[in-house]
Structure formats: structure tokens, C-alpha cells
């Protein structure tokens, strides 16, 4: 081994007379650095730290282990970007606010109050992100700073281990592990519980929160619908404006081709668009908009308008479902003159009307001057004009490449509906196609403007219903969520660079996406199940997560960081990658394909306070966590299997068909044993088998952590390279140890930062590893390190 890499071996002395385990120590200035200078690695991996062991496998030859741990850039940079958009799209919630217009006192007041906690959370923010603009030098957060303020939304010991295994006659092959803290709000503290209990508590207390409010309440599924509404407009509307554009360029050009590129790209784009605002919720939030208002009545005397609002609650959908949205609404048929203008509401003056006063009380008024009658049908002509004016800008576009092309004969509907629009002389293409483009884009605009009204009016209600226990809540959800988006950011850009080079990876990659699978160690005991619960909504959160590879602009390091974009609804995360990789890629991926990760986590604790937990307390939130996981880790192999061949899955030793892990896997998850460590171990190597990224969590990251990363690694060697059964303890023990002869005894902590002195030997740490199989050793282990205490200090 000694021709394959050049280095000096050390020993470390074990607990079996006159053995060594054979060890080498690299600094990052030299084995590593290979990696830096990597493109690659260089603008997200860095400060690695290397050790290098040699192990001897049961033919009696030997391995080259390389372990390699580093830091990721990615720990502020993800938190960082979004920090931002929260304050982007905070503030872009209190301006939609102010674009409500005038409203009753009561949904005035309300809106104030709503307005001030978003101003809150901005300033805080703002205050949060200069704090992290400060900070130099630094890539990661020691766990001593978990409860600090100014980083709560920075992840705990973010760091990538690699272990390379270099073999005689045999192709290398590595591992990688992410290892991160718990995703959790420890500034804010764990006196109340973790998310998952705080959301149920809140869902189901919300409800009388909008009687109190006198608001109308909104099921998640509601609120949800609007966040989505909003969101797809906004991004919709300039892209529907810029096809526009381009289908007027094709026109000017006279580009047959072109021109029904574009207009297949610009119809695509605007059914999307109609067919996100066919539903029910847009046009009863925008009667219970008009009941908020002071002067407005319904047509309808039969309903008051307080009355159309509360309804909004128990909403059905009316629409024909089979109908195409294209096609509008029942009696507005596509052949119908592109002049035909909205209709407006009519002025009515002298009515009796029932209208919310101060307070939200309801008072009688008799002729109130200028009231305006509200038509509940407007919206519906409004939403069908865009697909006239789409439909007649199709008509055209047909009637000129009929024109152009004189071996086909018109077809009579299209030409009646063409003549109807247009004059029969032909004249210049864009000159024809102008006046119904411009149509359509006004329509758009307008139905944009209407739709964002109402959709703001229903976060305005879900916003006020939840003072103000909603914004803490959503405060640190966005805290959780920005630890594990920085950790699965970290883990799928290092499985991205490790895969550029397996076609099968890449093709599995973009027809079905990622498995994410998050080990945690938390026990379900005192502050850590609050951890978990919090743990377990960040990393469903991840589901809203989607990845894009792009082509870096420049071969600059800073033009190689990964950029996040979006809402708190959906992020994608923009992967560049520089022109000469980005060239070799699939060209689904190379055209902007959305790339899926499917987070999953497993939760086994293994300290005393889960052993405290199994006796006398209650592991439900455990047990639910891994049932439904599994569930979702099924679902996915499921998929995969139909879409990728097997083929495209990476080959291990070890031949165990992932049906039967998963049937194993599925065994133990339902099975009543204490410190189930099995259902982490297969899940680990299912992941593995499926191409996917692991991550392992405790509450900081460090000693059960290392204690489980290690004990995967050796058993890796086991299994899969023939360690020696004589080098497997010495192996772990190698592994685990921080203080050693020559060169290792000035290893540095990488939380620390500073050098080591007077650390443990590796024999102190083994007996924590027999944690993992009976808790009865647990007692013993305690008792023997009381022991051994005392007499040292004594």
C-alpha cells in the first residue's frame, strides 16, 4: 500500500498486547489538497482534515482507509439567501395588504395589527441578517452556540465525512455521511414542545380564535390554496407577457415555425394559468372582500354579504370539472367578439343595506349615497375573457399560416371566428395579431390584480385569526426549516459531484429524484422530544424543496454557490456547475428540470434518557414518525422500480434484494423492542442502495453521532471489503480515537478549534458503542464510569 500513497505510519497502541492498528495522519495542506483545488469542492467543501488507516482483510492483504471530514460553506449561505426572501416576501405580503384598498374599521384595525407583526418579524430579521454578515472566517456552528440568538438559524456542526477504501486489484469506492445537529429552535426553547405539537394545538384552537377575531375561518387546505394561488400568478403573469412578446417577434419576422413554437409555449402557459384560478376560493374570497368594505352590497338580497363571507368556510366546488379551461364558462362561448368588455358593477343609490360597523357589530343603514351593488358573476367573466382572448389569438395565428400556406384549406370554424376579429385584408402579421395580444394581456393583468386581492384578504383573516401565536409559530418554523435546508442543500450538492460520472445516477436523478434519509438519535425524553418534534416538521418541509443544475457564468468560485429562489411555499435551489461538467449532463437536466428529493427520517434513541423513556414514559411520537416514513420510503422504491431500471442502481457484496430490506425494514418498525437500532441500520443501507443521501443527527452532532458514523463504517468494511474479524474492533477503536503517539497528538477538535490535550483514550469511548445493543449494559456502564471517576479524583 505503501506504493499507492507515499506517507509516513504511525501507530496507535490498543487494548490487546503488543497489536497496532496501523494509522496515518494527513493534514489538509497535503492529501487534501487535491480537493481544494477541485472546481468542484473548492466553492462549497473546505478546511478538510484527513486520517489515513491500513486494515488487513480476511485474505491476509491490505486496505487503505481514508476518512475526510469537512466543513460546508453552506451552513451560512443557505440561511443567509433565505433570510432574505423572508424579508422579500414579508414585505411583499405588507404591501398586498395596502393594495386591499379602504375597508370597514374593523377590517381596517385588523389589518394594522397584521401590518405591525409582519413589520416584527421583518426588523428581526433584518437585525438577524446584518448579525450573520458580520461573522468571517467561520464555516460552521460549534454546539456551544446552539441557544445564540443571532444563529439560530444556522444548522449545529454541519460537516461532510467521507471514507474512501482503496484496495488491491479492486476499483476504489467511497462513502458519505452528513452529520448536522438536530434541526430545532433551541433559542426559543422547549418548555412548550417542538412543532408538531404546537401546529396540532394550534389548528385546533384557531377556530375559536376566529370567532373571538370576528374572522372568517380558513382550513390549512384553504390558506394553503391561497399561498398557491398567489404564488402562480406571480410567477405566471410575466411569463404569459414575455411569450406574448416573442409570439409578436415570430409574427414580425414572418416565421411560420416560430410563430407556432411560440404559441404553443404561450398557450401551454396560459391554461396553466386559468386553470390555477378555476376555484370556487377565489370567487367567494373575493364576495367576502366586497363585504368588508364600507358602500358595497350583494346583488343576491337573498344572502347578505357577512352571510356569502362566513360561508367561505364550507366551500364547494361548482365548476365542471371536465371542462376544459380553455373553453371558459358555461354561456361564454370562444366564438364571442374579442370587444366584449367586462361587466361592471351597477351603481344603486337609496338601498337599504346590512354592513359590518366598528367592532364587527351589524348595523342597518338607509340611503347610504354611492353604493355600489356587487355582481357575483363578475369574476366569472373576467376569468372567461382570458380564455377568449386566447382562443382568438389561436383563430388568428391559424388564419395567417392558412394564408401562408395556400395547399390547405381553411377550416370554416376557425375562419368564421377569424372574420369576426379581423378584417379580410391580410396586412402585415403583427399588425393583425397586435390588438388581440394586447387584449389578452390586459386580461391577464386584470384577473391577476383581482385574484391577489382576494387571495390576500384570505391570508389577511388566516393572519389575524393567529395573533399572535401564528407568527411565533411560523417564526420558528422558518428557523427549522433553515437548518435542514442548509443540510440537505450540503448533502445533495456532495451526492451531485460524487455521481457526475454515473449515467445511471444522473438518469435516475431526473426521472424520479433523490431519497434523503435523516437518522436521528434523539431520545423521546424531557427537552430532546421537543428536538424531534420540531425535527420531524423541518424535514416535511423539505418536501416544498426542489433543485435546478445550471450553467455557472463564470469559472469564478463565487459563481459555483448554490442560490436559493422562491417562497416559503416552494424553494428551488440553483445548483451551477461550470460549462464544461454542465456539458455532459443530461440535456433534461441541462433544460432546467426540476429535481426532487424525497426526505424521509428515522428516529432510534440509544442514551439513558431513552432508556428512562421505554420504561416509564411514552415513544408513541417515535413509533408514529418511523411507521410513517417507512410508508413514504416504500412509496418511493415503488416508483423508482417503475420508472429506472435496476441496472442504474449502484452493486454492493452484499446481494440482499431491497424488497426483502424493506420487508425487514417494515418488521421492525411495527415491532415493540426497546432500542431498536436495526430499523437504522437497514434504512441505512437501503438509502445507500437507492443512490440516496445520508444524513445522521443528535442533538449537536457529536458523540452519538460519531459513535453511530463510526460503527457504519466499520461495518461498511465488514461487509463490503472483508475486514478482517480480528481488525473489526480494532478498526472501531482506531476510528474513535482523538488522542494518539507522534503527529496525532496535536489533532484538532474541528468544534474546538483549537488543539486537543489530554483527550480520553479510544477505550473510554467503545463501551458507549455495546449502548447500541441492550440497554441492561447502559446501568452497568454507569455504574463502572462512576466507579472509575471517583477513584481517579480520590
Keep these: ?52 488507516y491500513r486494515f488487513q482483510t480476511m485474505d491476509s492483504k491490505w486496505m487503505l482507509v481514508r476518512e475526510q471530514m469537512e466543513e460546508c460553506t453552506l451552513s451560512f449561505s443557505i440561511p443567509k439567501q433565505l433570510l432574505s426572501l423572508y424579508i422579500q416576501e414579508d414585505m411583499s405580503r405588507v404591501q398586498d395588504l395596502r393594495d386591499l384598498g379602504e375597508l370597514s374599521p374593523h377590517w381596517d384595525n385588523l389589518r394594522k395589527e397584521v401590518m405591525t407583526r409582519y413589520g416584527g418579524i421583518i426588523s428581526s430579521y433584518q437585525e438577524t441578517l446584518a448579525e450573520l454578515d458580520k461573522i468571517t472566517g467561520r464555516s460552521f456552528k460549534p454546539s456551544c452556540c446552539k ?48 412543532l408538531q405539537r404546537l401546529l396540532s394545538r394550534y389548528e385546533a384552537e384557531k377556530k375559536s380564535f376566529s370567532t373571538a377575531y370576528q374572522c372568517i375561518y380558513y382550513s390549512p387546505e384553504h390558506t394553503a390554496k391561497a399561498q398557491e394561488v398567489l404564488s402562480t400568478v406571480s410567477l405566471l403573469q410575466p411569463l404569459i407577457t414575455s411569450l406574448a412578446d ?10 411560420s415555425t416560430g410563430l407556432k413554437d411560440a404559441l404553443k409555449n404561450l398557450s401551454d402557459k396560459t391554461e396553466q394559468f386559468v386553470h390555477t384560478l378555476k376555484d370556487e376560493l377565489v370567487k367567494s374570497a373575493l364576495l367576502a372582500l366586497h363585504a368588508a368594505q364600507p358602500g358595497y352590497v350583494s346583488k343576491n338580497q337573498k344572502q347578505t354579504p357577512v352571510q356569502a363571507g362566513q360561508h367561505q368556510g ?6 365542471d370539472q371536465n371542462q376544459s379551461p380553455v373553453q371558459g364558462l358555461p354561456g361564454h362561448s370562444p366564438a364571442s367578439s374579442i370587444t366584449e368588455s367586462t361587466v361592471m358593477c351597477n351603481n344603486v343609490e337609496g338601498s337599504q343595506t346590512t354592513t359590518r360597523g366598528e367592532g364587527g357589530t351589524l348595523k342597518h343603514q338607509d340611503s347610504i349615497p354611492h353604493h355600489k351593488e356587487y355582481d357575483e358573476e363578475e369574476w366569472d367573466r373576467v376569468w372567461a375573457n382570458v380564455a377568449k382572448c386566447l382562443n382568438c389569438v389561436i383563430a388568428m395565428v391559424d388564419k395567417l399560416q392558412e394564408e401562408d400556406n395556400s395547399k390547405q384549406e381553411p377550416v370554416p370554424e376557425q375562419q368564421q371566428l377569424a372574420d369576426v376579429i379581423t378584417s379580410h385584408n391580410p396586412g402585415d402579421w403583427r399588425e393583425q395579431l397586435c390588438p388581440l395580444v394586447t387584449r389578452l394581456k390586459e386580461c391577464v393583468m386584470e384577473v391577476v390584480e383581482k385574484a391577489k386581492k382576494a387571495m390576500t384578504f384570505v391570508l389577511l383573516q388566516e393572519a389575524a385569526c393567529s395573533i399572535p401565536q401564528g407568527f411565533l409559530l411560523q417564526q420558528r418554523r422558518d428557523v427549522v426549516f433553515s437548518q435542514a435546508l442548509a443540510a440537505l442543500a450540503c448533502g445533495f450538492v456532495m451526492r451531485l459531484y460524487a455521481g457526475m460520472q454515473d449515467k445511471g445516477f444522473l438518469r435516475q436523478l431526473h426521472l424520479v429524484g433523490l431519497i434523503a434519509q435523516f437518522e436521528s438519535l434523539l431520545s423521546t425524553y424531557s427537552e430532546e422530544i421537543g428536538m424531534l418534534e420540531d425535527m420531524e416538521v423541518g424535514i416535511s418541509d423539505l418536501q416544498r424543496v426542489a433543485f435546478k443544475i445550471t450553467e455557472a457564468k463564470t469559472d469564478d468560485l463565487s459563481d459555483l454557490q448554490p442560490l436559493v429562489c422562491g417562497r416559503r411555499d416552494h424553494f428551488t435551489v ?12 443530461p440535456e433534461e437536466i441541462k433544460e432546467g428540470k426540476p429535481l426532487r428529493v424525497f426526505p424521509v427520517l428515522f428516529n432510534v434513541g440509544i442514551n439513558e434518557q431513552q432508556t428512562i423513556a421505554e420504561r416509564f414514559g411514552d415513544i408513541s411520537l417515535q413509533e408514529r414518525i418511523n411507521q410513517k416514513n417507512f410508508e413514504m420510503l416504500e412509496a418511493y422504491y415503488k416508483s423508482l422500480s417503475e420508472k429506472v431500471p435496476l441496472e442504474c442502481l449502484p452493486c454492493f457484496q452484499t446481494q440482499t434484494d431491497i424488497k426483502e430490506l424493506l420487508e425487514t425494514l417494515g418488521q421492525n ?14 434504512a441505512g443501507t437501503i438509502c445507500r442502495r437507492l443512490n440516496g443521501i445520508r ?6 452532532a457529536k458523540d452519538r453521532t460519531s459513535m453511530s458514523v463510526t460503527l457504519e463504517q466499520c461495518a461498511i468494511l465488514r461487509d463490503e471489503h472483508q475486514l478482517s474479524k480480528d481488525f473489526f474492533i480494532r478498526a472501531l477503536d482506531c476510528m474513535r480515537s482523538r488522542l494518539t503517539q507522534g503527529d496525532l497528538g496535536q489533532w484538532e477538535d474541528p468544534e474546538a478549534g483549537a488543539v486537543t490535550e489530554n483527550k480520553p483514550a479510544s477505550r473510554h469511548f467503545y463501551p458507549i458503542a455495546l449502548l447500541l445493543v441492550s440497554s441492561h449494559l447502559l446501568v ?3 455504574i463502572l464510569s462512576l466507579v472509575f471517576l471517583l477513584a481517579k479524583y480520590q
Design 780 to 782: 452497568v456502564w454507569l
Design 695 to 700: 444524513f445522521t443527527s443528535c442533538k449537536s
Design 246 to 255: 416573442q409570439l409578436l417577434q415570430a409574427a414580425q419576422e414572418h416565421s
Design 669 to 682: 418498525v411495527v415491532t415493540k423492542k426497546r432500542k431498536n437500532v436495526e430499523i437504522l441500520w437497514i
Design 574 to 585: 440553483e445548483v451551477p456547475l461550470p460549462r464544461p461538467v454542465f456539458q455532459t449532463l
Design 1 to 52: 500500500m505503501g506504493e499507492m500513497e507515499e506517507v509516513d505510519v504511525d501507530h496507535i497502541t490498543t487494548d490487546i498486547p503488543s497489536q497496532k492498528c496501523p494509522l496515518v495522519c494527513e493534514s489538509a495542506s497535503h492529501a487534501c489538497i487535491d480537493r481544494e483545488n477541485n472546481p468542484l469542492t473548492g466553492p462549497v467543501f473546505k478546511n478538510p482534515i484527513c486520517k489515513v
Design 147 to 194: 441557544a445564540q440568538k443571532s444563529l439560530e438559524f444556522i444548522p449545529i456542526n454541519l460537516h461532510t465525512q467521507r471514507m474512501r477504501v482503496t484496495c488491491p486489484r479492486k476499483t476504489d469506492a467511497f462513502y458519505d455521511i452528513v452529520t448536522v445537529g438536530a434541526p430545532a429552535a433551541h433559542f426559543q426553547g422547549f418548555k412548550c414542545g417542538g
Design 314 to 319: 364550507h366551500i364547494h366546488q361548482r365548476t
